[in-house]
């Protein structure tokens, strides 16, 4: 089984950096992803980890650490446009996506 | 050039009702997904499908089908709708199921059961 934690809701100001935290707890899985999603819209991917450690991505990075069952999402020099939620994702073997309950995120002026 | 597309975007119905929802990708992948988001925003998968394997989610009611003419298209059919089946169902693929793979997603439909 899976079980994905994510704060519900965050807030932060243009031109910060906040970082979203995602806890889950399975036996094994393949990748961590990353997606974001606007109101109303379809979630687009952002980024996925397959191995421990940082992946950066423009203003976008995403860490993994498996031994603490711990990833988390960096968003840098926030936007207005980026107020969106995030969902993270967890790639089973065998089997597929399951997603996090979501961050809502929103950036302040 | 939309790589997923889904039609209706909306659909308003009556309880028991049934009807369907179309998918198709044009990113020749051989897998696709259906998803619920309901209205706490919490998405949930509900089959995925490839040439050799439908996998459902076993909390998914046998109301609903997916079916599917070619690797192309993803057709969700839904029968007797219900009150609860108000939400918006994503359509997704990627390239061949694998669990590292990253999936796209349609623009999504909005069902609304009366």
């Known amino acids: 089984g899976q079980n994905i934690d994510q704060p519900t809701e965050m807030t932060a100001t243009e031109g910060a950096i906040v970082q979203i935290n995602c806890t889950y707890q399975?036996?094994?899985?393949?990748?961590l992803f990353w997606y974001q999603q606007h109101a109303g819209e379809a979630p687009t991917f952002l980024s996925y980890?397959?191995?421990?450690g940082l992946e950066e991505k423009g203003r976008f990075s995403s860490f993994l650490s498996r031994s603490k069952g711990y990833s988390y999402l960096l968003l840098k020099e926030l936007q207005m446009k980026d107020s969106a939620s995030y969902l993270c994702?967890?790639?089973?073997?065998?089997?597929?996506?399951?997603f996090g309950p979501g961050t809502r995120l929103s950036v302040l002026p | 050039d939309t790589a997923v597309s889904q039609t209706p975007k909306y659909l308003v119905t009556q309880m028991g009702n049934d009807k369907s929802i179309k998918c198709e990708q044009n990113?020749?992948?051989?897998?696709m997904y259906w998803y619920k988001q309901d209205s706490k925003k919490f998405l949930k998968i509900m089959f995925s499908?490839?040439?050799?394997?439908?996998?459902i989610n076993e909390t998914v009611p046998n109301r609903f089908s997916p079916k599917s003419p070619d690797k192309a298209h993803l057709n969700l059919h839904i029968n007797s709708l219900e009150l609860g089946d108000s939400a918006v169902y994503f359509c997704?693929?990627?390239?061949?199921?694998?669990?590292?793979?990253?999936?796209?997603f349609g623009p999504g439909t909005r069902l609304t059961v009366l």
């Open positions: 399975t036996s094994g899985f393949n990748g």
């Open positions: 980890n397959v191995l421990d």
């Open positions: 499908y490839n040439n050799k394997e439908l996998i």
């Open positions: 994702a967890v790639g089973n073997y065998g089997q597929n996506f399951v």
């Open positions: 990113l020749g992948h051989d897998t």
């Open positions: 997704a693929s990627s390239q061949d199921g694998g669990a590292a793979d990253t999936q796209y």
